[in-house]
T-cell receptor, first 114, second 115 residues
């Protein structure tokens, strides 16, 4: 089944403890992206990647890192999480970066930082 | 710069009545426009998309939207609401000529369907 998977789905952690949220897609998509969803704000892009080893900042990149060493994986790293990073995170992918291709979303990761 | 305004944060309809979710957009270039739906505790699913072909776009589950450039609108409609349509709906714009290819999301409209 074609899909985007994220792990973990739920995570509660403490301020400053490094964490990684994994994202994997099995559709051979070139483009991948991370978003965070906060009430009343819709989804905002954190980072994106047009292909392997090509990543760039989105609208809200502060406090996050990403890497794209393989086409299928695009992990999101929070090196020193803070409470303002408590949010619902979505990974997405599409075949190519051009806008005619729809983005497929993972099921989301709900992160709580205390 | 691109932006999206969903004019209603919450819409309530009765089952079997029409649905109208309103969306206005702003874009410097020729935009692509999307509607996504998010059911409780689920990810986002694409309902339909406009990418410069026909201005009336048909999507899944009986939804459709009309691109009106003169009004910068992309309203979502459905002739008859079902209980299963209760969810949050996001209007999304993407500028086709920007390399970043970011999606800009509206703040969402929560659709409630009364029996």
């Amino acid at each position: 089944e074609a899909q985007v998977t994220q792990n973990p789905r739920y995570l509660i952690t403490v301020t400053g403890k490094k964490l990684t949220v994994t994202c994997s897609q099995n559709m051979n998509h070139e483009y991948m992206s991370w978003y965070r969803q906060d009430p009343g704000l819709g989804l905002r892009q954190i980072y994106y990647s047009m292909n392997v080893e090509v990543t760039d900042k989105g609208d809200v990149p502060e406090g996050y890192k990403v890497s794209r060493k393989e086409k299928r994986n695009f992990p999101l790293i929070l090196e020193s999480p803070s409470p303002n990073q408590t949010s619902l995170y979505f990974c997405a992918s599409s075949l190519f970066w051009t806008t005619t291709y729809e983005q497929y979303f993972g099921p989301g990761t709900r992160l709580t930082v205390t | 710069a691109q932006s999206v305004t969903q004019l209603d944060s919450h819409v309530s309809v009765s089952e079997g009545t029409p649905v109208l979710l309103r969306c206005n957009y702003s874009s410097s270039y020729s935009p692509s426009l999307f509607w996504y739906v998010q059911h409780p505790n689920k990810g986002l699913q694409l309902l339909l998309k406009y990418t410069s072909a026909a201005t009336l776009v048909k999507g899944i589950n009986g939804f459709e939207a009309e691109f009106k450039k003169s009004e910068t609108s992309f309203h979502l409609t459905k002739p008859s609401a079902h209980m299963s349509d209760a969810a949050e709906y996001f209007c999304v714009v993407s500028d086709r000529d920007t390399g970043r290819r970011a999606l800009t999301f509206g703040s969402g409209t929560r659709l409630q369907v009364q029996p």
